[in-house]
């Protein structure tokens, strides 16, 4: 065993166990570290907007004498209103505003990536990228896979005869696509966790080799 003589190793290292121990039951040790993570957390995040959005949008031009930024400052500061009860009602402006504006930037874009790029995806980029018997029929699978889960989704007419039958269908191919999502999930996580203890055995305890 080589202990590590960082003393930053040592402090990763005990808030690591102070998490773990969550696995028992909740306690202080735990909360602590709960607490401390958010905390910091919003303030790096409070710091990382101002420096990468406060400063260089509006404050920064302001300086240089444009003074039209002044105006989403006074939208922004509008959101604080909630907390004034007698001019509560000043913070639907930067609300409408923002579903305003948010709303012409977000159908194009979100067209472009969910219809789109979906629609391109289901059958002609398996064949772009592997022209060959294989690619057509997974180019087809996926394509009759993608209209057997809308049919699931075609509410006006009751689910009877072929379209009941296409419908079960594409609930199994839902029940797959979730399994494979949740199974992702899971090996994702299962890698933070090996990576925690790699940590803990290697770089703090030095048991492991890499």
Not at 155 to 184: P, Q
């Amino acid at each position: 065993m080589h202990l590590s003589t960082d003393p930053w190793v040592w402090v990763a290292a005990i808030l690591s166990l102070f998490i773990f121990s969550f696995l028992y039951k909740d306690n202080p040790l735990y909360k602590f570290a709960e607490h401390l993570l958010v905390g910091i957390s919003a303030g790096y995040y409070l710091a990382l907007y101002w420096h990468n959005g406060m400063y260089p949008n509006i404050i920064a031009h302001v300086k240089d004498g444009n003074l039209w930024y002044l105006f989403p400052l006074f939208l922004g500061l509008l959101y604080f209103a909630i907390f004034v009860p007698k001019y509560a009602y000043l913070i639907r402006w930067p609300i409408a505003f923002l579903l305003g504006a948010g709303s012409g930037i977000a159908i194009p874009a979100t067209f472009q990536a969910s219809i789109y790029k979906q629609l391109e995806g289901t059958l002609l980029n398996p064949l772009n990228t592997y022209p060959s018997a294989l690619a057509v029929f997974n180019a087809l699978l996926i394509f009759f896979g993608v209209l057997l889960v809308l049919t699931y989704f075609f509410f006006s007419k009751e689910h009877k005869g072929v379209l009941g039958a296409t419908s079960r269908v594409g609930i199994w191919i839902l029940m797959i696509g979730f399994g494979a999502s949740f199974g992702y999930t899971v090996m994702a996580r299962v890698s933070l966790l090996i990576g925690r203890l790699h940590f803990l055995l290697g770089t703090w305890l030095g048991l492991l080799r890499f």
